[in-house]
Nanobody, 115 residues
Framework: QVQLVESGGGLVQPGGSLRLSCRAS????????VSWYRQAPGQQREMVAQ???????NYAPFVGGRFTISRENTQNTVYLQMNALKPEDTAVYYC?????????WGQGTQVTVSS
């Protein structure tokens, strides 16, 4: 099973930016889909962005062009660049890998958007 470690969360003011990192224990080129999800208190976990090893990227409608997912194969890392952050983006952000039909999750990183 793929091991995933997220980092880069923190406290940021509305309108600010953060870059989240998800480092995998193996080559991400071998992982068909790497995704970022988030879960706010009392809410269901929801997909934020997806990246396939074929080059496709998908974003949830609420992203509205503010976030960008990218892969750095040489570092086995997937990034989520988040700009123009809003208080409603506050959540724990999780990295997810889908490989050969098996899903793996990281431990999550907290993002708090507040003045």
């Amino acid at each position: 099973q793929v091991q995933l470690v997220e980092s880069g969360g923190g406290l940021v003011q509305p309108g600010g930016s953060l870059r989240l990192s998800c480092r995998a224990s193996e080559s991400i080129a071998s992982i068909s889909t790497v995704s970022w999800y988030r879960q706010a208190p009392g809410q269901q976990r929801e997909m934020v962005a997806q990246s396939t090893n074929g080059g496709s990227k998908n974003y949830a409608p609420f992203v509205g062009g503010r976030f960008t997912i990218s892969r750095e194969n040489t570092q086995n890392t997937v990034y989520l660049q988040m700009n123009a952050l809003k208080p409603e983006d506050t959540a724990v952000y999780y990295c997810n890998a889908l490989k050969m039909g098996r899903r793996s999750w990281g431990q999550g990183t907290q993002v708090t958007v507040s003045s």
